[in-house]
Each structure stands twice: as structure tokens, then as C-alpha cells.
């Protein structure tokens, strides 16, 4: 099926209105004219003349308003992109081998470059000529983009999701979120998380504006102050921390915020609690819930303000918004939704599955994992392809679901989906380590991520494993011990499956069956 390009109504305000603010990048205002422009630029070196689909095209990114233009560019020729953060490395080599990328567009120059037959420079100057009318007509089946999720050496699981994906998912987000000519969305997330489409796509569709500042990781109540941010998307471990910090400081929301979005880990009620003593009725908080393999949200809910799922309750810690715990809410428009009971816990919380539209194509040059997370049965409403998501709820009584965990042992860490099995696979190879278990851990008001192992005595010959990382052992080496096995971790794999702590133990702690039993031995160390 052939799909007009989703990027239709942005090139339609820029011929419209081309002098119109389109991104604020670090205080540098670009039009939705230039934006358009850089767009039109990219697109005609990605072109190509044979029918797809095509190896992705790689963006080394460097978090400025030239990756929306490569992005927005990718997509506007039909063709899909996959993000290299510009400090990748040797995994960027890695990934990009196995994709089979050919075509990289360099948006800042960097140090070192991943290997590809054609490098890409687009001219990033003053805009020249008319906007074009818009972008390629994209068949729905052909990649837009490919994400990783979790991977333990640098070969992580790439996720293809397709066209027709983006054209099922933005018409909901634009309509859920509020977007219109008025929004200034902020750019919170890099542009190698599927977040960031959420914060950029939606507003440029409807003639918005989005803000890029280097300080709001740091600074974020300054930045939406200073902006007039309307629209901001966080992870949860951010919203609880900022949260703290109005709390703490007497602050108040800035006062043009509007929507306050979070989403990737579940929301703990004590910190919903917090949120309402904030006082901030006019802001909708609303919960987001979606996978990388099911294109940016599938369902939703509206914890507090305008709309609240629990209008009208009592406030928490006086009777409780949601008895039944915190939802993540109901499936968008395109969305089906099915939750199957596990035969081990029948009368417990059942697994989620998702089909319709939004779903990805499958992990590329993996059909074994595909065919196992990707399932064609009839779960109700005639037969479809459905993604068992490995998640576990239940359907509250006012229809919403609300989420009591994972089915495998993935866990979120600041917004990252980890496997603990291929964190303990990772670390089980360094020199020495005989026995390991990963586990989340509360820290302060975020997750952290511990490791447990058992290190072989001294003089026994340890297994090969790669050269310590130049530089001085990460923190936490000095109190535990394992500083050593940080620095050879933090060598080969991405940062966010490297631990906060590596905790050296005389034993791990079992099961009567023999299994690991990784709360057990958190507790007991921690």
C-alpha cells in the first residue's frame, strides 16, 4: 500500500509560513523556510531512483536542530535512518555493518567516523529556491527508522519500524497531546530514542515550535521559564526528580506549561502524591506506555488535571486516585489490545499483547525472535499479528490497565530497556567473575542498576576478556572493590547497561530449585 509522505503538513507551513520559528536550537532561531530547506537538501541526497526498501541511512548525531533536518530529510525521500551518537565508536562500526549501511550524513564534524561507502555532507547554509510541495509517497511496509533495544556487546537487537507505523500513531499523538501552531515543544531526549519523534514530529505537523538547549538536563526549570515551553515529555526517573526539586524549593511549574508527558518506567504513587501537592491543576499529566517494537505510544492516561482518569477523587494519601494502582491507561484509536493469562499464575496478571498498524516489521536479520514476539493468533475481534510485549497487567474496573511488571527479566533504567540476562552474560566474561545477578534498586528517587558477582580467588588464571578503559576507575570503584570491572565493561557495551555499582559477594543467593534469586540477593547486600 502506497502512503503519501507523513511530512506533508510540515512542508505546507513552510511554504506557508516560512518565516515562522521552527526550532530554537541553543538560542539560535531556525524557520520552518531554512528547516524545509536543509530538509529539501537531505532528501535529494538519499534519493534513490530503484524501489525499496533500502538499507537505513545513518545520522551521526550530535543533538542539534541539523539532526532534525537529517531526520526530517531521511523521511522526506521515503527512506528509513538509523541515529549513531557522534561518541559511538567501535559499536557504531558494528551496528552499522550488520544493518548494512552504506549512506551516512554527517551533521557536525567528529573526531572519528563509522565506515561506509558514501559520507554525506549536506550544505547547511542559507536556504536557496522555493520549499518543495512536500515528501516522497512511501510504500507502509518500508523502514522509517531503526532503533536498538537492549544488546549486550555492541551487536544490540535492531527494531525496524515501518512507515505506515508513523502514519497510525502522529494523527492520535497530535490529538492527545494538544499540538497546535501555538506549542513549543522541548526537545528533552537525543534523537537515537523513539522519544524524541514524540517531542519533534507532532509540533513541526501542526506549525509548532520545539526548543533544543544543552542545559536542560541540568537546568530544566530555567529552560521552560525561559522558553514558554508548552509541551514537555520526560522520562519518569526525571519527573520524580524534578518534582522534588519544586517541591524542595518552593517553586511552582512555569506557568505556560500545559502538557507534562512521562512515560518509560512505571509511576510510583508516593511520587503522584507529590505531584498533586504541587498544586498544579491547569498542567495534564499524562502516563505514556508504548515499546520500541509498537512505534512510540500505544496507550495512555491522564493522572492529574484537565481530563484526570480519576476526576473528582479524592487526592492521594486522603482515599487514593487509584486504588487499583497508578494505569497506564487505554490503547490509542489504531490500537488492539489483548491481556492473556499465564498458565503458571491464571488468576494473576496476564501478558499484554498489541496489534494494529503501529507495530514494527521485527528485529532485523533475526526471524527466530521476530517469529517468537511477533504471533499471528485470534485473541478476540478475528485473527491478527500481535507483539507480545513481555509486560503484566490487569484491567482495572474502570477499563484502564494498570502495569505490575515484566514477564522475562527486562527492567527500565532511566528510560532504557535492560535485559538483566545480557548485562549478567556481559559481565560474566570479565576476568575473574565466576557467578553474577543484575537487579534494579531504588536510589533515592530513581532506579539504579546493581550487579552482584563472585570473583575468583587471588591466583587463580582469569578468563580473556578486553583491556581495562583508559582513564581512571569510574566511581564507586574505591567502596566496592570492582572499579576494574567497570572500566573493562564500560569497553563493550553501551553506557546504560554498565551498573551504577559492581558488588563483590562470597555467594549469590538460590532458590530451592537452584535458580538465582536476584531480589533475594539484593537484599541481603544492599
Known sequence: MTLPSVLDPFFAVARSHPERPAVIDNGMTVGYGQLAAWAGVVADLVTTRTPGPHPPVAVVAHHSVRDIAAILGTLAAGRGYVVVPGEAGDRADAALRALGCRELIVTAETDRLPAVDRVLRPHWGPSRGPVRDGGRPVRAGDPAYVLFTSGSTGAPKAVAVPHGALHAVLPPLRELYGVGPDTVSLNFTRVDGDTS??????????????VLDGDAEA?????????????????????????????ETGRKLPGDLETFVIGGEAVRADMLERWHRLGADGVRLLNTYGSTETALVTH??????????AAGAEPPGAGGLFPEGVPIGRPLPSVRQAVVPRPEAPDGPGELFVAGPQLATGYLDDPGRTAARFV????????????????????????TLVFHGRADHQVKIRGHRVDLLDVEEAIGRLPGVTAVAAAPHAKGEHTALVAFVVVAPAGTAPAPGPAPAPGPAPDGGAVDGTGALRARLRATVPPHLVPDRIVAVPELVHTRTGKVDRAATRDRYL
Open 300 to 309: 495512555s492516561a491522564v493522572l492529574a488535571g484537565p481530563g484526570a482518569e
Open 197 to 210: 519523534l514524540e517531542e519533534i514530529l507532532p509540533p513541526l505537523l501542526a506549525g509548532g515550535m520545539v
Open 219 to 247: 537546568d530544566l526549570d530555567r529552560v521552560l521559564t525561559e522558553h514558554e515551553v508548552t509541551l514537555v515529555n520526560l522520562p519518569v526517573d526525571y519527573w520524580h526528580i524534578y518534582t522534588g526539586h519544586l517541591l
Open 376 to 399: 499471528e493468533a485470534d485473541l478476540g475481534g478475528g485473527p491478527a499479528r500481535w507483539y507480545r510485549t513481555g509486560d503484566l497487567v490487569h484491567e482495572a474496573a474502570d477499563g
